[in-house]
């Protein structure tokens, strides 16, 4: 990756240019890997983090930042980092199977010649032994995970309680910013909160500087200058100084051409989602009555609204429950629709019901427990090659206001229509507290219910489940739609895998991990 076309994305939207100012100042310093993490960037340079994941999207469209997805272990407590394009199945360190979706996304920037270990090394000694076990390609805030065991075990040795750590960062010249987080009730918490704090602040190397001054020990003053050219806090100061940023150039005819934030789909990628989708995307029947949409998330398992089949949930009434893929137009591609398949009456359906919340006329949150979903088992797979939308694979809902959104599906209102694409650019609008729900601007129908929600990228993101509130200047037509995000599904399941019995098989056939906290 190389920053050629930084300044093509940065001139063709200039409404960004402050963000572009700070992006390419820091890039520009980086002689070694580089990771990007919106929320450390927000609290470095005062910039709106909102503006700040637009322009980081941007660059990596243009390919000169690369996606980057971190996953955290809950069994060894340590972080994998993976891409869309070569995603883990397990931790890297332990092999434990890793959270059904990523802790958190950063943007890796990659410079032409990264400098080797060796260039970091200075004659106040030598790095600990296994410093370096660990490549530093994550750097810019986030500790790769040998760096961090490294630094917890060094720190580890220096004091032996929280009270003797509070009395040296007491005498800290970063005392004021470092002791409203410091934790005091085990050393193990101390350390890590110290470390947590640090990196935020990325000031790890003056304290490493304070700390081989107090200790007189050379091992600490050698990673003073390896934190700092690998973890960039050499630039942590001038990140906000924008007055030092060189000019952009910058056409303000630009501003005419855009009237959404990250509008646009490359082609030919949305020809192939478009050739995938439609194919595992079903029609769902109750009795004799056509009510919805389902999706496959797995081999023979489909996703839908709760609403949907919520009067056909009782044992006596699963049979009656069918699903049928390939309803689209006769002239594309010559498939044939397949029969109903009726699920599987023996499946113990996993549901959630939506909450009072989502009545139109009712104010409020939905609870947790509220996500109107329902997983339904076919008895073998369907007919056909066809794919799925795994749970392992959701991305967190947009965090960019207006951001592109997709939906696909089988829209009413009298009778299901062939598979139909809603796309909407402005799309996103906003995410709820308690991450329980989120609105777009999409189209939707009755029947609708049960689609699969995408964001720009191509990956799916939540289930679309009702409309929003209607518009005051024209009653025939609603502000937003609203959608359930996957993720809030995959912690249902994760949550109540220990004391309910369906949860827990969708889990073990969805490959989703078993919450170890029981559900009281």
């Known amino acids: 990756m190389s920053l050629e076309k930084f300044d093509t994305v940065a001139d063709a939207h200039p409404h960004l240019r402050p963000e572009f100012q700070a992006l390419q100042k820091i890039l520009a310093d980086a002689n070694a890997a580089a990771s990007l993490e919106p929320t450390i960037l927000a609290d470095s340079t005062n910039l709106p983090i909102a503006r700040l994941e637009t322009a980081l999207e941007l660059l990596a469209e243009a390919n000169v930042l690369e996606l980057r997805r971190r996953w955290h272990c809950e069994a060894c407590q340590q972080d994998s980092w993976d891409s869309a394009e070569a995603p883990i199945q397990q931790c890297q360190h332990c092999e434990a199977p890793i959270a059904a979706s990523p802790d958190s996304y950063s943007y890796l920037y990659q410079p032409a010649a990264t400098p080797s270990s060796s260039d970091f090394l200075e004659s106040t000694g030598q790095l600990p032994d296994g410093f370096f ?38 005498g800290s010249q970063l005392s004021d910013r470092l002791r409203p987080n410091l934790r005091l009730d085990t050393q193990d918490a101390c350390i890590a909160s110290l470390l947590d704090r640090l990196q935020a602040l990325r000031k790890l190397g003056l304290f490493l500087d304070e700390l081989s001054k107090e200790f007189e020990r050379q091992d600490i003053a050698a990673l003073a200058p390896y934190i700092r050219e690998n973890y960039g806090e050499a630039l942590a100061d001038s990140a906000s100084a924008q007055h030092t940023y060189p000019s952009l150039i910058v056409d303000s005819s630009h501003l005419q051409e855009l009237t959404s934030v990250l509008p646009f789909m490359d082609i030919a990628r949305l020809e192939k989602w478009a050739s995938s989708t439609k194919r595992l995307v079903c029609k769902v029947r ?25 009067s056909y949930l009782d044992p006596s009434k699963r049979g009656q429950i069918a699903v049928q893929f390939d309803y689209f137009a006769k002239e594309d591609d010559g498939i044939e629709p397949t029969p109903w398949l009726p699920c599987d009456p023996n499946w113990d359906i996993p549901f959630s019901p939506h909450g009072q919340a989502d ?46 959104i997709l939906l696909a599906g089988h829209p009413g209102p009298y009778k299901l229509q062939t598979i139909q694409c809603s796309i909407a650019a402005p799309g996103f609008v906003s995410l709820n507290e308690n991450q329980t729900r989120f609105r777009y601007r999409n189209s939707t129908l009755k029947g609708s219910s049960g689609s699969p929600i995408f964001d720009r990228h191509f990956r799916w993101i939540g289930l679309h489940h009702n409309r929003g509130a209607l518009r005051k200047d024209q009653p025939s037509m609603v502000e937003d739609n609203r959608g359930i995000p996957g993720k809030a599904i995959v912690s249902w399941l994760r949550r109540h895998s220990k004391n309910n019995p369906a949860a827990k098989a969708a889990a073990l056939a969805l490959g989703v991990p078993i919450d170890p906290v029981t559900v009281s």
């Open 359 to 404: 009545l139109l006329d009712q104010a409020g949150i939905p609870k947790p427990d509220e996500l109107d979903f329902a997983i339904l088992q076919l008895p073998s797979r369907p007919p056909g090659q066809r794919g799925a939308l795994p749970l392992f694979e959701l991305h967190p809902i947009p965090t960019v206001p207006g951001a592109l």
């Open 133 to 170: 076990r660990d490549p530093p390609p994550l750097a810019l805030n986030t500790y790769t995970p040998g760096d961090r065991k490294i630094l917890r075990r060094l720190f580890s040795t220096l004091y032996q309680t929280p009270n003797e750590w509070s009395a040296f960062v007491a």
């Open 286 to 310: 109750c009795g004799p009555d056509e009510k919805g949409t389902g999706f496959l998330i797995g081999e023979r398992w489909v996703l839908t609204c709760h609403h949907v089949v919520a």
